[in-house]
């Protein structure tokens, strides 16, 4: 019996590694692999992918077999992949709050994180990786140490600058933090990649110190280097999303109008500005189904697709192709290439593309809130260019739903069924579409 449990247990809790080479991946429970990580006293890497996450399968297939790699990572740490999406793994994905794949995970023997790293890289990289990881862990301080010295007022600038980088890797929210930590640094120490860098990762909405860092940021823009450039748009962009998610939370239109207002003082022309400007607008829109002011925008702007002939979209797309073709040349990427040719392909009829979904978009906003029926003619119009330009399962559905509202049944039910064999035949799911034609006949 004791014979029988002892092999049972080496099977639970082993490691792999293809034809013997690269990195050895243990196999078993999370609980196990922290107890291993206790009695080997090692850190341990974990490899945080997806089934469908192309760079994933990239790395396990070119870099986690390197010779090289797997020497360093199996002396250093106890090596585990997870599927994020199966079992135990979508539990850790929400542990260690997990945004993109791969992502690679660097935690000790009490589950806390140490280091995070993401996405497709070299060896080189990768092994540079765990370097950056060995160093952390020597000066590492455990989370519980931490509170304990904020708790007990501890506020320094060095303090709060690590204990911001810490909560930050484990997925915590740190504006008031933030707040905190540009009280008690000098000025002079805003430009530094250090802080700007800090307030990106960090920053909460536009009614905070540091978006008005940021925002004064941009009068010397030219004059930063590529990565402060980096920081001062990263930290920019989330405290824009940060705020827009704050409006659609508390539905407070003086904020999206504060909103729009740091749009407008942070845009680099008047085009940007009204385009986002407008995205903005219409989300809020549409999520808190405000069909007036949807209607507003969306008459506006199908107004202008409306007016474009087929003839000067595919002018656009033409301009489009060669503006790339001429980037593609200053950079020295080879025509043969598969990356050259998949954007190539994806430049195809892409003005044509991308006017027949903002009609489809417009025109489905109608059918959500609009119940007059002059208004719903005109978006029934908005849905025909929209099919003309790109004949979709997508842009049938919507015409169908029109035309139902309409009262026009016979025609619905026909725009319906040619969704549904367009949608089977592109190897889509259909079960909307079956719903959506179940209820039209019930009408």
Request: aromatic content about 10%; proline content about 1%.
């Amino acid at each position: 019996m004791t014979k029988i449990f002892y092999i049972l247990t080496f099977f639970a809790f082993s490691s792999f590694a293809e034809d013997g080479k690269g990195i050895k991946f243990t196999e078993g429970s999370w609980s196990q692999v922290l107890g291993e990580a206790k009695k080997q006293n090692k850190l341990i890497f974990i490899d945080i992918y997806t089934t469908w996450c192309g760079p994933c399968k990239a790395m396990s297939e070119n870099v986690f077999v390197d010779e090289k790699v797997g020497e360093k990572f199996n002396e250093a740490f106890i090596n585990y992949k997870i599927d994020a999406e199966k079992g135990e793994g979508i539990e850790l994905a929400k542990t260690y709050a997990i945004t993109a794949y791969p992502t690679y995970l660097f935690v000790n023997e009490a589950g806390e994180l140490v280091y995070r790293s993401l996405g497709a890289m070299s060896a080189e990289k990768f092994m540079f990786e765990a370097d950056k990881t060995l160093s952390a862990a020597k000066s590492y301080k455990s989370s519980e140490e931490l509170n304990k010295d904020f708790k007990t007022g501890k506020r320094d600038a060095e303090f709060l600058y690590e204990y911001m980088k810490r909560k930050s890797l484990n997925g915590a929210e740190n504006s008031a933090l933030l707040d905190e930590y540009l009280k008690v640094i000098p000025a002079s120490s805003y430009k530094t990649e250090k802080v700007l860098s800090i307030i990106a990762e960090n920053i909460g909405t536009i009614e905070t110190k540091a978006f008005v860092i940021l925002a004064d940021a941009l009068n010397r823009y030219m004059n930063m280097t590529v990565q402060q450039q980096k920081y001062v748009l990263n930290g920019i962009s989330k405290a824009k999303r940060n705020t827009f998610k704050k409006v659609l939370d508390t539905r407070d239109k003086a904020l999206l109008e504060k909103l729009i207002e740091a749009v407008r003082i942070t845009s680099y022309s008047m085009a940007g500005f009204e385009a986002e400007e407008k995205q903005f607008r219409l989300e809020y829109a549409k999520i808190t189904r405000d069909g007036e002011n949807f209607k507003k925008i969306a008459s506006r702007e199908s107004t202008k697709l409306m007016a474009k002939t087929t003839e000067e979209l595919v002018s656009e797309t033409q301009q489009k192709i060669e503006n790339f073709k001429a980037g593609a040349k200053t950079k020295n990427l080879d025509e043969t290439t598969p990356q050259f040719k998949m954007i190539l392909d994806n430049l195809a009829d892409n003005a044509q593309k991308i006017t027949s979904f903002q009609l489809n978009e417009y025109a489905w906003g109608y059918v959500q809130m609009i119940i007059n029926p002059k208004d719903l003619e005109e978006a029934l119009g908005w849905s025909e260019r929209a099919i003309d330009l790109v004949e979709s399962p997508i842009n049938l559905d919507t015409y169908a739903n029109l035309l139902s509202k309409l009262g026009r049944k016979k025609e619905a039910i026909k725009a319906e069924k040619k969704a549904i064999k367009l949608g089977k035949k592109e190897g889509g799911d259909t079960k909307d579409f079956q719903q959506t034609l179940k209820e039209i006949r019930q009408k």
